[in-house]
C-alpha cells in the first residue's frame, strides 16, 4: 500500500512553454501533498505544501506564479511550471501524507524535466 | 526543525553492517528521528523512526541515545542494493508544520 505515482517520468520541453506534472495517491487519501526539486549531486528541496481544497503554500524563494499548484482532490495535485527555462530544468519529486493527524509521508517517483 | 549532520560519505563490505550516525544535538523533546534514503534517480523511501526508544524494522535498527542528540542507522547486512543516499531527518510528529526538510544525507557506496 501507500503508493504515489507520478506522470510523467520524463518531459523535455521548449524554453518559454509550459508543463504539467501529475502526482497521484493510488491507494489512500492525501490531504496533504508536497512537491521537491532536486538539481543534480543536491539535495531535495522543498518547494511547496498543498492541502486538499485550499491554497498552497510556498517555500521561500519559491516564485508561486512560475510554479502553479493545484490540489482539487484528495489523490490528484499538479505541478505546473510556466514558461519553462533551461534552469527549471531539474527532477521534481512529489510526496503525500495521508492526514495531518498521521507521520507517514509517501514519495513518488519523481519526474525529469528538461527545457532546451 | 532541528538541524542535522551526517557524514557525506561511507563505505561498507557487502554483508556487513552499515552504522551512519547522525548528530542533531538541537533537537527538541516533541521531534522525531527519520530516516530515508534516496538511489539514484528515484524518490526518497521511508526506512525508520523513532523519538526515544530504539526502533527496529524489517529493514534497519535504528539507535537513539539517551539524551537523543545523536542516532545511527543500522543496516545489519548490507547488499549493493542499499547503496544510496541516507538522509537523517528530525521533525515533529503530526500537524500542518512537520514537513520534511531535507540536508546533505551520507552516501553510502556498499561494495563487494
Known amino acids: 500500500g501507500a503508493v504515489v505515482s507520478q506522470h510523467p517520468s520524463r518531459v523535455i520541453c521548449k524554453s518559454g512553454t509550459s508543463v504539467k506534472i501529475e502526482c497521484r495517491s493510488l491507494?489512500?487519501?492525501?490531504?496533504?501533498m508536497f512537491w521537491y526539486r532536486q538539481f543534480p549531486k543536491q539535495s531535495l528541496m522543498l518547494m511547496a505544501t498543498?492541502?486538499?481544497?485550499?491554497?498552497?503554500?510556498?517555500e521561500q524563494g519559491v516564485e508561486k506564479d512560475k510554479f502553479l499548484i493545484n490540489h482539487a482532490s484528495l489523490t490528484l495535485s499538479t505541478l505546473t511550471v510556466t514558461s519553462a527555462h533551461p534552469e527549471d530544468s531539474s527532477f521534481y519529486i512529489c510526496?503525500?501524507?495521508?492526514?495531518?493527524?498521521?507521520?507517514?509521508?509517501?514519495f513518488g517517483p519523481g519526474t525529469r524535466l528538461t527545457v532546451t | 526543525d532541528a538541524k542535522t549532520t551526517q557524514p557525506p560519505s561511507m563505505d561498507c563490505a557487502e554483508g556487513r553492517a552499515a552504522n551512519l550516525p547522525c548528530n542533531h544535538s538541537?533537537?527538541?523533546?516533541?521531534?522525531?528521528v527519520y530516516w530515508y534514503r534516496q538511489i539514484h534517480s528515484q524518490g526518497p523511501q521511508y526506512i525508520i523512526h523513532?523519538?526515544?526508544n530504539n526502533e527496529t524494522n524489517e529493514m534497519a535498527s535504528l539507535i537513539i541515545t539517551e539524551d537523543r542528540k545523536s542516532s545511527t542507522l543500522i543496516l545489519p547486512h548490507a547488499t549493493l542494493r542499499d547503496t544510496a543516499v541516507y538522509y537523517c531527518?528530525?521533525?515533529?510528529?503530526?500537524?500542518?508544520?512537520?514537513?520534511?526538510?531535507f540536508g546533505t544525507g551520507t552516501r553510502l557506496q556498499v561494495t563487494l
Open positions: 498543498s492541502n486538499e481544497g485550499s491554497k498552497a503554500t510556498y
Open positions: 491507494d489512500f487519501q492525501a490531504t496533504t
Open positions: 523513532g523519538l526515544k
Open positions: 531527518i528530525v521533525r515533529f510528529y503530526t500537524g500542518t508544520a512537520s514537513k520534511l526538510t
Open positions: 510526496s503525500a501524507r495521508p492526514g495531518t493527524g498521521v507521520s507517514e509521508q509517501y
Open positions: 538541537t533537537i527538541s523533546g516533541n521531534e522525531y
